[in-house]
């Protein structure tokens, strides 16, 4: 099958320190990538070359078979790749309705022309995330778990084809975990790829068609979930001891 997402020996390099270090992988359209590794292996910096807040030293990203290194981040979006922060910034003083809707307005190509119809897509998007009954509520004033959902949200609202998730479960309970695995899950059932950043082992092994191991910002392992949760070096380099 065609790879929906290519990256090719993608390096970042900060002053003397390389963040990632000739990585290169591919994600099927429909597939949900698990991303995986300790802090600081440079994880969100893969994220950022791929979505363009970033560009890489050297190394190449595909989409759609076509090289995008030359796009800058907007342009991409645009394309069709969305992306969550970890680090999450709403836009104070907007209602939850109309952060979403902002994503609805620079969203595949090009977003929605008016606001009425951004506001109908956010709306729709909001209540798919089970934010529904916050719609109206100032965006900054939501808690940790609903900003999660509000991150979430905002990247569908662009109706990208391939979704970039960092850590969109840090500091949720199990039951908001579950919670945003069947979000996920329903969202590539709607036929949109996933990368998904994330550090609870249980969630992304039960959410993750392949999973990718960073350390250092090398790739040491890609494969089925259960292939690489039991490589020797995945368990010396993250897990620390043997998981089951
Ligand atoms: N803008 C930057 N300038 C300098 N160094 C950076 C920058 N961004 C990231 N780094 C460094 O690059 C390395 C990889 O960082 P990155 O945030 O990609 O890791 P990560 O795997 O996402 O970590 P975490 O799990 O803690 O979020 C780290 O050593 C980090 O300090």
Redesign the pocket.
């Known amino acids: 099958m065609t790879a929906l997402l290519e990256v090719r020996h993608a390096t970042r390099r900060?002053?003397g320190?390389v963040?990632?270090s000739d990585v290169s992988f591919t994600l099927a359209p429909g597939e949900i990538l698990g991303l995986i590794?300790?802090?600081?292996?440079?994880?969100?910096?893969?994220i950022s070359l791929i979505s363009g807040t970033l560009p890489p030293s050297e190394g190449e990203v595909l989409f759609q078979g076509e090289s995008i290194n030359r796009l800058p981040a907007f342009r991409r979006a645009r394309l069709g790749i969305g992306r969550t922060f970890?680090i999450m910034r709403p836009f104070p003083g907007l209602s939850v309705l109309d952060n979403v809707a902002v994503g609805a307005l620079f969203g595949r190509g090009g977003g929605q022309a008016q606001l009425a119809r951004a506001r109908e897509q956010a709306r729709a998007c909001l209540e798919f995330v089970g934010l529904g009954k916050f719609i109206d509520q100032r965006a900054d004033e939501l808690g940790g778990p609903g900003r999660k959902r509000l991150e979430l949200a905002k990247a569908l609202a662009m109706q990208p084809k391939v979704l970039l998730c960092d850590?969109v479960m840090a500091g949720l309970n199990h039951v908001e975990i579950d919670e945003v695995i069947d979000v996920i899950r329903k969202v590539r059932d709607q036929g949109i790829s996933v990368l998904v950043?994330e550090?609870v082992i249980k969630a992304i092994k039960s959410l993750s068609d392949r999973l990718l191991v960073?350390h250092h910002?090398e790739k040491i392992a890609d494969g089925t979930p259960d292939e690489v949760l039991a490589n020797p070096t995945v368990v010396q380099a993250y897990l620390g001891k043997k998981r089951t």
């Open positions: 900060f002053a320190l963040a990632v590794g300790p802090n600081g292996a440079g994880k969100t910096t893969l970890q850590e950043i550090h960073l910002g």
